[in-house]
């Protein structure tokens, strides 16, 4: 284990955005003249990439893998997007440190930066998360919600594919026919050139995430996709899609959603790393968003949103709990005193049971294929 003046061996997944937000990480504390060594680990959920996520298992399969290093004191301490965690902790192990969050609000991801009002009737949407579906078919009824896996890069891929392909496709063949027609004096000039430049020319523009993404062979084309802001732009994509903000309000963030967990085993590091990283507003928020999943007992087989903001000495707080289907919902909108905030979450996670959210909860439960009380504890880990 790391003592005072040594390097702190910090755990992260190997995922393109995992790293990035691994970067801050090491980059705030080594800010603070602590030395800090990112050490990779592949995880439950990294390796069976073809089941969705509600249905990996009670601990959280982007996280166990890494807390277990720590646990077994190979590694000191690990990163985690707090969205993943499960409620249920190992008893020696505690978030050392919660960083300032990024935004925490969902965005509706086009290839041209449609809203949701603008997409065609029976629009296909991807995610894999059931908070995500309920709240889509709540708000449109008639869209088509359809999986989707993999982490961000693979996400805007599959949804850029298409329309890529298409374009491809289209200045393929106009060429064709502008070489067909050379030579040709009755040929309108401006309907042989549609595009000005070659495909080559075309395709040489654009960049190896583009390329790559052109390459796919999608199973769904998609017309829009849903993911965590904080993401999009940690991962650093926003520039090849166009982005439509999804109103809190109604579409109620995950618990946790934009912010980063520090897992330490409890102790003298766990409390250094907290003196040196935590952001005792984000520590506020995130604590009432997870002690009301926590009492709700709903995880990821449930669509349960929940988003706190403190505000003075308030904390603004917003639950969403629906049917998987999104016809049903129990919500309620709080201000609750920051003094007491886990006492209160508590307090409001009761009443919210007692409102009939338990029901749905239940039934949720009893939907699920291969799910049971056991996974109640599990996330909607979707990498964002």
């Given at each position: 284990m790391t003592t005072r003046g040594e390097t702190l061996q910090l755990a992260t997944r190997g995922s393109d955005l995992a790293l990035r937000q691994a970067a801050t990480v090491r980059d705030s504390l080594s800010s603070r003249r602590l030395s800090v060594?990112?050490?990779?680990?592949?995880?439950?959920?990294?390796?069976?990439?073809?089941?969705?996520?509600?249905?990996?298992?009670?601990?959280?399969?982007?996280?166990?893998?890494?807390?277990?290093?720590v646990l077994d004191g190979?590694?000191?301490?690990?990163?985690h997007s707090m969205k993943d965690m499960p409620t249920e902790r190992p008893e020696r192990l505690v978030v050392a440190a919660v960083p300032e969050?990024?935004?925490?609000?969902?965005?509706?991801?086009?290839?041209?930066?449609?809203?949701?009002?603008?997409?065609?009737?029976?629009?296909?949407?991807?995610?894999?998360?059931?908070?995500?579906?309920?709240?889509?078919?709540?708000?449109?009824?008639?869209?088509?919600?359809?999986?989707?896996?993999?982490?961000?890069?693979?996400?805007?891929?599959?949804?850029?594919?298409?329309?890529?392909?298409?374009?491809h496709q289209e200045r393929h063949e106009a060429e064709q026919e502008r070489k067909g027609n050379a030579g040709d004096p009755d040929t309108d000039e401006e309907d042989e050139h549609p595009y000005d430049r070659t495909v080559e020319e075309w395709f040489d523009d654009l960049t190896e995430f583009e390329r790559r993404a052109m390459e796919r062979d999608p199973d769904v084309e998609y017309d829009a996709i849903v993911l965590a802001k904080a993401g999009l732009h940690r991962a650093g994509l926003t520039r090849y899609v166009?982005?439509?903000d999804l109103d809190p309000d109604r579409f109620v963030p995950a618990p946790g959603q934009g912010a980063l967990a520090v897992t330490a085993v409890d102790g003298d590091l766990a409390l250094d790393i907290k003196d040196r990283l935590d952001d005792p507003q984000t520590r506020v928020e995130t604590t009432v968003e997870r002690t009301i999943l926590?009492?709700?007992?709903?995880?990821?087989?449930?669509?349960i949103g929940v988003h706190a903001h403190l505000e003075g000495g308030v904390v603004h707080t917003r639950v969403r709990v629906l049917s998987q289907d999104g016809t049903e919902e129990v919500s309620v909108g709080r201000d609750v005193p920051a003094e007491y905030h886990i006492d209160a979450a508590q307090d409001l996670a009761a009443e919210l049971a007692e409102q009939g959210a338990d029901d749905l909860i239940a039934e949720a439960k009893r939907d699920s294929t291969g799910a049971d009380d056991d996974a109640s504890t599990v996330r909607e880990e979707d990498e964002e």
């Open positions: 060594e990112l050490v990779e680990v592949e995880t439950t959920g990294d390796q069976i990439r073809d089941e969705l996520i509600h249905r990996l298992g009670k601990t959280g399969a982007f996280v166990r893998s890494l807390d277990e290093k190979e590694l000191d301490a690990a990163v969050r990024a935004a925490a609000e969902d965005v509706l991801v086009t290839p041209d930066g449609h809203s949701l009002e603008e997409l065609p009737e029976g629009a296909t949407v991807g995610t894999s998360s059931l908070r995500r579906k309920a709240q889509l078919l709540a708000e449109r009824d008639d869209l088509t919600v359809e999986p989707l896996r993999g982490n961000v890069d693979t996400r805007i891929a599959k949804l850029l594919a298409p329309s890529l392909q298409q374009e166009g982005m439509s926590e009492e709700l007992g709903g995880g990821c087989v449930a669509p």
